[in-house]
């Protein structure tokens, strides 16, 4: 087991987050110090504003926006966005070319209408700029244990039914393949640089039996702002050892419940669709 540090990104998110939500995070969190993203920086999707501070920590990020007044407000009291906004992502208040390095951590898939966005985003980005998204891909309810132990029992309706009952909850507008990603990306002029899957189905059932246990959680949070009152190793050292496994789990190139791109601005203009082969990055602590 890792000892509780400063440094450790599962231990940081275990302190802040339920831990399903705390493992995916952490996960996460981690492509962040691979890939380089200069300043001036946009956030599509910042919410209150944690996983950025954590992902990418010392850093004051340019630009945050977020169509929800409530988790935002959280993030203008930590201060760590220059610029914290409530925007809808296919309307940016900022000049053409403005970034230089954009990201959205698991965003996208909320919004239905995405190529707007897309486009929106492309927009403001420099030429050259590199733009890092994290999003489910098209395993992820294929990998839901729910919907496997229904397919089992000869239930198939209950398992279509409960995978659509996971991402409504999840607020899903889209799980999609990269190649799906590859075609939206170049409509907005964007070239997909480096891509790979991420968390496993283990990992992901992890993740759905965790809804459950964030119950409480929530009910907490509801109360009292925090989603974690005990946030020390005493207490969560059970939880760590449990998710642990997951958070270093090497990636397959095969399939993954999540994809991971770092698109590139090209043109104000569509280009053409390429998906190069997937190049995981490596798993560092």
Request: charged share 20%.
């Amino acid at each position: 087991m890792s000892t509780d540090t400063a440094d450790d990104l599962l231990w940081q998110q275990l302190k802040t987050l339920p831990a399903f939500r705390a493992l995916l995070r952490a996960v996460e969190a981690r492509f962040y110090g691979q890939i380089p993203l200069p300043d001036p920086i946009l956030d599509i999707g910042c919410g209150d504003g944690n996983f950025a501070q954590l992902a990418l920590p010392g850093r004051r990020i340019t630009a945050g926006i977020d169509p929800w007044w409530r988790p935002l407000n959280k993030a203008v009291k930590a201060g760590n966005y220059e610029l914290p906004i409530q925007a809808l992502g296919d309307y940016l208040p900022f000049p053409d070319a403005y970034f230089a390095s954009a990201f959205s951590n698991s965003v996208l898939e909320h919004i239905p209408d995405i190529q707007p966005v897309l486009n929106e985003i492309g927009r403001v980005l420099k030429p050259g700029a590199p733009f890092l998204i994290t999003t489910p891909s098209h395993f992820f309810t294929e990998f839901l244990g729910g919907g496997a132990l229904f397919e089992r029992l000869g239930l198939s309706g209950m398992a279509t039914r409960y995978r659509d009952f996971f991402n409504f909850i999840s607020r899903h507008a889209h799980t999609d393949s990269p190649e799906t990603w590859a075609g939206r990306l170049a409509e907005a002029g964007f070239a997909i640089e480096r891509w790979q899957y991420y968390f496993s189905r283990d990992a992901l059932r992890t993740l759905e039996a965790g809804h459950v246990q964030g119950l409480p959680a929530a009910a907490m949070h509801a109360l009292t702002g925090h989603w974690i009152v005990a946030p020390w190793e005493s207490s969560l050292g059970p939880t760590e050892r449990w998710v642990r496994p997951f958070f270093e789990e090497a990636p397959s190139v095969e399939s993954g419940a999540y994809l991971l791109f770092v698109a590139r601005k090209e043109y104000n203009k569509p280009v053409t669709p390429l998906l190069p082969p997937p190049d995981p990055l490596p798993v560092r602590d």
